[in-house]
């Protein structure tokens, strides 16, 4: 069987994401014949039948599916490896760089780092703060080597380590009817409006925060739409302006302590998880010193004070 080339699983990439050949064709930069042949040439060198044609759709068969999501992975890998390369070639000296999501897990990073600068068999660590699309994306295209942040998030391509494990709590305006109450339910808070996280839409994510009973489980009845934000900061601030309320990690609460706003246990959501994340292709020894030296500090004393910290 002759190689598949990465131009080729470019070109199946696009026709599989819009299903029309037009749209890729104009996306790529193409004439619509060359990219139809060139497809066709991709099936003959499989051997299997991507996608069905007919004169009004275009679809997937199972084969060409998993050739989606598994060519999608050969390239950004390719693109790390590039990335990876670069970054290596243009540092000083040998250094780790980390992916973090302000206001994640902050304490026990902090702690991670301290060991990492206490231990000279430990990499130098170098933080990276605010990758367009997010920490996990850093690390898949190879902007980052490893990356700090909490679950759920697309998982594709990467390897994980479980750091901390913390409840949520719903966060609400101090005025709030419900602000005075020890205990909620998610249902106490059904109607309310929820904010959403900016940037590439991520429905696992997206429900999460929304008050899912588990991640990828829809809530029992759709919030209203809520303001977009950025970050943490912005969060809070929406829930302090009576726009949105939300559910945060409880050592938020710690973290930003106010009069304007009250932070209330909320018995049947599922708890926050805080992870390290790395590409499944790596054999990078600074990155496992990195991940163990991460997992000893959660396990720690220093870890589970984080956690409320």
Not at 172 to 199: C, F, K, Q, S
């Amino acid at each position: 069987m002759d190689q598949v080339e990465l131009r080729e699983l470019r070109y199946f990439i696009a026709v599989a994401e819009e299903l029309n050949f037009t749209r890729a064709a104009a996306r790529l930069g193409l004439a619509q014949p060359p990219l139809s042949a060139a497809i066709g040439k991709l099936e003959r060198k499989l051997g299997v039948r991507l996608l069905e044609r007919t004169s009004r759709r275009v679809t997937l068969t199972p084969a060409g599916a998993v050739l989606l999501d598994q060519a999608r992975i050969t390239i950004e890998t390719a693109g790390a490896a590039i990335q990876r390369t670069r970054r290596a070639g243009n540092q000083p000296e040998p250094r780790l760089t980390v992916a973090v999501k302000p206001g994640t897990g902050t304490s026990l990073l902090s702690k991670i780092m301290q060991r990492c600068a206490e231990d000279p068999r430990l990499p130098q660590v170098h933080l990276l703060f605010g990758h367009p699309g997010g920490p996990a994306t850093a690390v898949r295209r190879g902007a980052a080597d490893v990356a700090i942040l909490r679950a759920p998030f697309d998982q594709r391509g990467l390897d994980t380590e479980l750091l901390l494990t913390e409840p949520r709590v719903a966060v609400l305006p101090a005025g709030h009817r419900l602000a005075g109450r020890a205990e909620l339910r998610r249902a106490d808070l059904a109607g309310e409006p929820m904010p959403h996280w900016a940037g590439p839409a991520d429905p696992v994510a997206a429900a999460y925060w929304a008050g899912a009973d588990a991640p990828g489980l829809a809530q029992d009845q759709p919030a209203p739409p809520g303001p977009e934000i950025n970050d943490i900061s912005q969060l809070l601030d929406a829930v302090t302006l009576g726009r949105a309320v939300a559910y945060v990690p409880a050592s938020v609460a710690h973290q930003h302590p106010t009069a304007d706003l009250a932070f209330v246990p909320v018995s049947d959501l599922t708890p926050s998880q805080v992870m390290a994340a790395w590409p499944q292709t790596s054999r990078s020894r600074a990155v496992a010193g990195f991940v163990r030296a991460a997992a000893e500090v959660a396990a720690g004393p220093a870890g589970r004070a984080a956690a409320l910290a």
